[in-house]
T-cell receptor, first 111, second 113 residues
Framework: ELKVEQNPLFLSMQEGKNYTIYCNYS?????LYWYRQDPGKSLESLFV?????AVKQEGRLMASLDTKARLSTLHITAAVHDLSATYFC???????????FGEGTQLTVNP | NAGVTQTPKFQVLKTGQSMTLQCAQD?????MSWYRQDPGMGLRLIHY???????DQGEVPNGYNVSRSTTEDFPLRLLSAAPSQTSVYFC????????????FGSGTRLTVV
């Protein structure tokens, strides 16, 4: 059974600081996704990582995938308040027909 | 192009009642899935489909039925609602394998009393 673990689960940081969210998974997979969810809203796709060593960047967020270590990271650079949200990683176990999600990391960026 | 449309947005049921959560997508996506989201547990897969006429169980299928008679629609049926089914339900779709992420609907907040 595929397990996906994120840490930390709660992250409070100051504006302007850098931090990294980690996503570990238990079974070989080379497809990993990052989503953002604002309170009471749906999930928004941030990054699709499809191979070992993949790196994607959008604004202050950068995601990477190390399939050998079964680890993905979401790095936040110079955080701003607008980044406050819950971030989920999700892993494809089979042909992409089903995703297994981590518990989510609730990020709060304080002025 | 409406994306993934879920109805209703909110619903209150009494224990033992049945109902259907509707999900429709207009993007001609092959893959569709239903997830439930509970506090502290992320999203858990209920049922999924890789095309019309093909469905399969996910991680938490008990108490739910699905069917996929068309590419566009993927309804989720609660057979006899229980308080443990109080949750937020999300429908999602994608074109096919791998390279695309799933597009999620806006969710249905269900309370069973």
């Amino acid at each position: 059974e595929l397990k996906v673990e994120q840490n930390p689960l709660f992250l409070s940081m100051q504006e302007g600081k850098n931090y990294t969210i980690y996503c570990n998974y238990s079974t070989t997979s080379d497809r990993l996704y990052w989503y953002r969810q604002d309170p009471g809203k749906s999930l928004e796709s941030l990054f699709v990582l499809l191979s070992n060593g993949a790196v994607k960047q959008e604004g202050r967020l950068m995601a990477s995938l190390d399939t050998k270590a079964r680890l993905s990271t979401l790095h936040i650079t110079a955080a701003v308040h607008d980044l406050s949200a819950t971030y989920f990683c999700a892993v494809d176990m089979t042909s992409g027909s089903r995703l297994t999600f981590g518990e989510g990391t609730q990020l709060t960026v304080n002025p | 192009n409406a994306g993934v449309t879920q109805t209703p947005k909110f619903q209150v049921l009494k224990t033992g009642q049945s109902m259907t959560l509707q999900c429709a997508q207009d993007m001609n996506h092959e893959y569709m899935s239903w997830y439930r989201q509970d506090p502290g547990m992320g999203l858990r897969l209920i049922h999924y489909s890789v095309g019309a006429g093909i469905t399969d169980q996910g991680e938490v299928p008990n108490g739910y039925n699905v069917s996929r008679s068309t590419t566009e629609d993927f309804p989720l049926r609660l057979l006899s609602a229980a308080p443990s089914q109080t949750s937020v339900y999300f429908c999602a779709s994608r074109p096919g394998p791998a390279i695309h992420g799933y597009t999620f609907g806006s969710g249905t907040r269900l309370t069973v009393v």
